[in-house]
Structures are given as C-alpha cells and as structure tokens.
C-alpha cells in the first residue's frame, strides 16, 4: 500500500492476556517508531528500529512489551499479562532512515487497545 | 530529560488573526531535524514542517513558518491567517543524531469564529 498500515484499528482484550499489534511500513523504509498517545497527550516513544534492529528500545515501559521486526520491513508489538493502563492508542510511524534527517515520519491510523 | 517542551497546553487564536505555538528543545547533537505535526480530531498525524538544525533560513510551508532560535534551541510553528479547519492538537518533534523521533505534550489550539 501507499502508506503505513496498522492492523487491527481496535482491540479490546481482557485484563492479563496476550495481544499483537501489527504495522506495515512504507515499502523501503528503514526507519520505524512505535508510541503510545493517551487521550490529550502527546506521542510516548516506545521503540526505534533501523531496518531489523532495535536502534533504541528506551521508551519501552516494562519487559511486559517487546516489538520485532525480523525482515526489516513488518513490525510486531506484543504486549503480555496485559493490563488497564495498557490502554492506548497505539502509533507506528516510518521514515526513510538513515542520513535522511530531513525526511519527516509517515504515520499509520494507529490502533486503540483497550484492556477491560 | 525531556527532549522536547511544548509549555502552552492550550491556545486560543481568532480567525484570520497569526499565532505562535512554542516549542523549545535539548539536545547535545551537532545535526537534528525539527519537525511540526497536526493531530486533528480525527487523529491522524499530518506533516506540516521541517526545519534542519544547519539550515540557515527559517522553513516556511504556506501559512505555516518556524521561528527558529538555535542558541535559545526554540523551534516555534507560526500560524497566519488562521481559519477553523486549524483547529487541533499540534506536536512538536525532533529527530537527533540517531535518527530517533521524539515528541513534545502538543498544545491544544482553538480557532475562534
């Protein structure tokens, strides 16, 4: 596709299971960004992966997330024993990476998870 | 440390009148990239300027510029003409010398009729 697609666009789980979210970046980009945006609030950086590799996976709150991206291309967030304050809206956004610092970052849709 | 600060939680502007939205940054790097992004209520993310750290000039993209004061690190969005549609949360980012994107708090802006 021409853009960066999130899939599913909502997910309701129950409290202590397991979810994947699923991004599909621009074809060729290197770059890709998870955040997680609270309502009103601005985008949480959670991880940061140049092509297969987690570049900086700093913003990752506990070792309950965890995100992959095995070919360089889709990316996984998984989340386990999920939990009420899980529920986000979460953004995957690509870029074309490298030197490329004035190129800006591309944005899914995101998707709403919410833990009940 | 927070990268990037955005001290105006909301603002309020008129029609057709100019606003400046703040955005002050940290960062130790030589080259960074500024960046401005809307977030309408329907919740995408909408590029609206770029501004590089050796660039010379302030970015202008339309009715949007950026005053950019690199020895105060202030990257702030400048709205002319401002109309209802500009109504939204705006987002200030910066891009280090890692390629990583980070995110200020956005500040809510309110076009009055």
């Known amino acids: 596709g021409a853009g960066v697609s999130q899939t599913p666009s909502n997910k309701v789980t129950e409290k202590g299971k397991y979810v994947e979210l699923r991004c599909d970046p621009i074809s060729g980009h290197t770059a890709l960004y998870w955040y997680r945006q609270s309502l009103g609030q601005g985008p949480e950086f959670l991880i940061y992966?140049?092509?297969?590799?987690?570049?900086?996976d700093s913003g990752l709150p506990n070792d309950r997330f965890f995100a992959v991206r095995p070919e360089g291309s889709v990316s996984t967030l998984k989340i386990q024993r999920t939990e009420r304050g899980d529920s986000a809206v979460y953004l995957c956004?690509?870029?074309?990476?490298?030197?490329?610092?004035?190129?800006?970052?591309?944005f899914g849709q995101g998707t709403r998870l919410t833990v009940v | 440390a927070q990268k990037i600060t955005q001290t105006q939680p909301g603002m309020f502007v008129q029609e057709k009148e100019a606003v400046t939205l703040d955005c002050t940054y940290d960062?130790?790097?030589?080259?960074?990239?500024l960046f401005w992004y809307k977030q309408p209520s329907s919740g995408e993310m909408i590029f609206l300027i770029y501004q590089g750290s050796y660039d010379q000039q302030n970015a202008t993209e339309g009715r949007y510029s950026l005053n950019f004061q690199k020895a105060r690190k202030s990257a702030n969005l400048v709205i002319s003409a401002s109309q209802l549609g500009d109504s939204a949360m705006y987002f200030c980012?910066?891009?280090?010398?890692?390629?990583?994107?980070?995110f200020g708090t956005g500040t809510r802006l309110t076009v009055i009729p």
């Open positions: 960062t130790s790097d030589p080259s960074y990239g």
């Open positions: 992966f140049q092509g297969t590799g987690a570049a900086d």
């Open positions: 980012a910066m891009k280090d010398g890692a390629n990583n994107l980070f």
């Open positions: 956004a690509s870029s074309p990476g490298g030197v490329f610092m004035n190129t800006e970052a591309f």
